[in-house]
């Protein structure tokens, strides 16, 4: 906390510094190739060094503004048996950022007329067929607010009332998708990564390959490999839709851009996907407002985020509006016994940290 409380003051007078005549304004959005887009760049090395060495993180992260990379690092293993390295090529499980994809979709099969927001999900879910699933809409699934837990239980609150995270809502949503497309929700997918250009992604059903990340549980001395993966991903337990894609630092980072630039989407339908309809108190990054299958926070700076997690494979997704900047965490190693909030100490001390950068790049 003492390292970024230094930075940010250095950082905040180098900007002040930077300031131009009043005369001659300039968008202080545009981090042009000067000062302090170097100084920036060396501040963001020295944050992730540190969290590298504290947390002994094993993975990939990697800060973005615009097309510009303003720093990456990789470290450690993608298969710990045979020491194989990690690098700008491995592909990880992202866990729910998977959600964000699924909504996606959902949200281009109502442009394409083939949904509606406010369609009840019975109209194409057979499980939905049941007295008390019968009114929960699509709006619902997306964006956690339907009551629903697992398929066949008891609804935990009246449909529209509450907000429980569910899985089982999100591969819901992944069976609308394949009932109004004719096609595999797997296949949906792939032709909107064709769509994007994501050429490294897929999905736990569909992936082969050598550069996937063995998912871990332990630590980089004492570790076990969680089986079957990615295969299981695709399990009931999980579900492609809700947690099943792979992809790597490089194509999240064109994801973020295509999306939140407005080449994936209409502008309207992107509003929509970012509109608070819910709030939610997530267990490790606090009370924050939810749009549909994407998080975002509820103060300063605005961002939209979400964070992944299946057995061994810690992930989190940032993108901040402002700035047009992406911050991607990947890792494939988890130590369960310790908990999720250990887990995710190096992702949230990199959120932290970008918060805090952000706020100064916007007060200056």
């Not at 949200?107 to 083939?114: S, T």
């Not at 609804?155 to 949503?173: I, Q, T």
């Not at 569909?206 to 991903?233: T, V």
Request: positive net charge.
């Amino acid at each position: 906390m003492k390292f970024s409380i230094t930075v940010a003051a250095a950082f905040s007078i180098l900007l002040s510094c930077q300031k131009p005549e009043a005369t001659k304004p300039v968008d202080k959005k545009v981090i042009s190739d000067s000062a302090v887009a170097v100084y920036q760049k060396k501040l963001y090395t020295l944050h992730l060094d540190s969290v590298f060495s504290k947390y002994k993180f094993n993975g990939s992260v990697a800060v973005f503004k615009d097309s510009m990379l303003v720093c990456r690092k990789n470290n450690g293993f993608s298969d710990f048996k045979n020491k194989k390295a990690i690098d700008n090529q491995t592909i990880f499980a992202i866990g729910s950022v998977s959600k964000q994809f699924t909504a996606v979709l959902i949200l281009l099969k109502i442009e394409e007329g083939k949904l509606k927001l406010e369609d009840q999900a019975s109209k194409y879910v057979k499980e939905f067929q049941r007295k008390d699933y019968e009114n929960i809409t699509i709006h619902q699934l997306l964006n956690h607010t339907s009551g629903l837990n697992n398929f066949g239980e008891k609804l935990l609150f009246r449909s529209g009332s509450g907000f429980n995270y569910s899985n089982d809502g999100f591969n819901a949503l992944g069976k609308i998708i394949e009932k109004v497309s004719g096609k595999s929700y797997d296949q949906n997918v792939m032709d909107l990564f064709k769509k994007v250009g994501m050429k490294n992604s897929s999905t736990g059903n569909l992936f082969e390959g050598d550069n996937f990340a063995g998912a871990y549980l332990g630590n980089e001395k004492n570790f076990e490999k969680i089986a079957n993966m990615p295969k299981r991903l695709g399990n009931k337990e999980i579900g492609i839709p809700a947690g099943g894609i792979l992809s790597t630092i490089d194509d999240l980072h064109l994801w973020n851009k295509s999306l939140y630039l407005g080449k994936i989407v209409q502008p309207e339908t992107l509003k929509k996907f970012l509109t608070k309809s819910a709030e939610r108190q997530h267990p490790i990054f606090g009370k924050m407002d939810y749009g549909y299958g994407i998080m975002l926070n509820a103060g300063s700076p605005a961002s939209y985020f979400h964070s992944g997690y299946v057995k061994g494979s810690p992930s989190l997704n940032i993108y901040y509006p402002e700035t047009k900047t992406s911050v991607i965490i990947l890792s494939n190693i988890a130590d369960e016994k310790k908990g999720k909030s250990h887990t995710f100490k190096p992702h949230r001390e990199i959120k932290n940290f970008t918060d805090m950068m952000e706020n100064i790049l916007l007060t200056n």
